[in-house]
């Protein structure tokens, strides 16, 4: 599990001066230097936040992560034709996308 290391990615790239545009230009060499998985790797590289969560990233940095890398906030649970039949948010997941609310005419 690399929450730190993805953590640190996500503020890094905020924060740290050119390595946004390193990451656009060639992410793994940006991506060797915080000791993730391949599996974590790739979700970044895919803008997939379900394995992310899964290893446990706090939702507010992938939200941050995803946004840094040009991801809209609207569609970083959005379904995409990329992700598997049936793949599902890990628990918490549906929070980000705001609350469920019905009209009941109430």
């Excluded at 000791?35 to 997939?48: C, G, H, I, M």
């Excluded at 049936?86 to 019905?102: D, I, L």
Aim: zero cysteines.
């Amino acid at each position: 599990m690399s929450v730190l290391g993805l953590t640190k990615l996500a503020w890094d790239l905020e924060h740290e001066t050119g390595l946004l545009e390193r990451y656009r230009r060639d992410p793994e060499p940006v991506l060797d230097a915080y000791q993730l998985t391949e599996a974590e790797r790739a979700a970044v590289r895919a803008f997939d936040p379900h394995p992310l969560l899964a290893v446990g990233l706090n939702p507010v940095v992938l939200r941050n992560l995803f946004v840094i890398l040009g991801v809209a906030h609207g569609e970083i649970y959005a379904p995409r034709p990329d992700r598997p039949a049936g793949a599902q948010p890990q628990p918490g997941a549906e929070s980000m996308a705001g609350p469920t609310t019905t009209n009941s005419g109430h």
